[in-house]
């Protein structure tokens, strides 16, 4: 059920939104774009899926665990990718599954319905379209069979954003803070959380907002993992209709780039109906989606 369309003050969010990117790392930070920095290349003999992609897991490391895609060396600082190599036509729609203890608290009372969109993971299935979906725990803990539905389809990737989605800077779309000393083990938390439900897992992670700077790069050095930030921000949350986000995506979108977008009903109303516009654009380009961790290792 569609909610009332949003006040007059929402119309600018996603235009602001659109500046997302302005939160990344700082100037001194590497980003890198693609290449073995970023990802592992999926093993080449996978398991068997009726999708014919290959499984995530990649080579062995030096201890015999599978290394994941977007895992890198612990203690050193995380790589931050904002999208793929230019070559090729694979592009990566990343979903983000937001949940704050605010939208907990609209889903008890009643003000909201839902911050799971259902149809966008059916639209995805019937195309056979495969998609990254980056979940916190809380969204994670909130609708756990809606995500065994995504860990069981072997075309999507399950990715980190963090336990309640909180801010790891400053002034990030004042969302609440998280202390410094909590970051670390937000983020630990929340992989042990995705890793129950199995599926093609991996170790990217995407910051609430994208704001990031070194001191938090630096709190997430022990965990191995991959930032990803984004080259195509949708501002599909608080958009009041389908063709902006259409617009947004179709006029940035290049090989390898990193879509963002979102898979949560109640504040981003408006994915399910851009996304068959969007699909048909890509491949009115000639652009496919691919799993992430394919599109960082083209």
């Not at 996603?14 to 700082?26: K, R």
């Not at 009372?109 to 195309?127: F, M, P, Q």
Request: net charge positive; hydrophobic share 40%.
């Amino acid at each position: 059920m569609r909610l009332p369309k949003a006040v007059p003050a929402l119309l600018t969010a996603a235009a602001v939104l659109l500046a997302a990117t302005a939160c990344g790392a700082e100037p001194d930070v590497p980003a890198f774009v693609g290449g073995p920095a970023t990802a592992t290349p999926a093993a080449a003999a996978a398991s068997p899926s009726t999708s014919g992609l290959p499984s995530p897991s990649a080579v062995a490391t030096p201890t015999g665990r599978p290394r994941l895609p977007g895992q890198t060396k612990p203690g050193l600082l995380p790589p931050v990718v904002n999208h793929g190599p230019r070559a090729g036509g694979l592009v990566a729609l990343t979903f983000d599954a937001d949940m704050t203890d605010d939208m907990l608290a609209r889903l008890r009372s009643g003000k909201v319905e839902s911050y799971a969109n259902v149809r966008i993971i059916e639209l995805l299935e019937r195309g056979k379209v495969p998609a990254t979906f980056f979940l916190t725990g809380k969204w994670v803990q909130r609708y756990p069979e809606l995500t065994r539905r995504i860990a069981g389809n072997q075309r999507f990737e399950l990715a980190n954003h963090t336990f309640g989605h909180q801010a790891f800077t400053p002034g990030c779309y004042n969302l609440p803070r998280i202390p410094p000393a909590g970051m670390t083990e937000d983020v630990a938390k929340t992989f042990r959380i995705i890793e129950g439900y199995g599926g093609r897992q991996t170790r990217y992670f995407r910051f609430p907002g994208l704001c990031h700077d070194r001191a938090a790069l630096r709190a997430l050095s022990p965990l191995g993992l991959t930032v990803v930030d984004g080259d195509v921000v949708s501002g599909d949350p608080f958009a009041t209709d389908w063709r902006p986000i259409v617009k947004a995506v179709l006029s940035k979108v290049k090989p390898g780039s990193v879509v963002i977008l979102h898979v949560t009903e109640a504040n981003a109303r408006f994915t399910d109906e851009a996304l068959p516009h969007i699909l048909k654009g890509l491949a009115e380009r000639g652009l496919r989606p691919a799993p992430l961790s394919e599109v960082l290792a083209a």
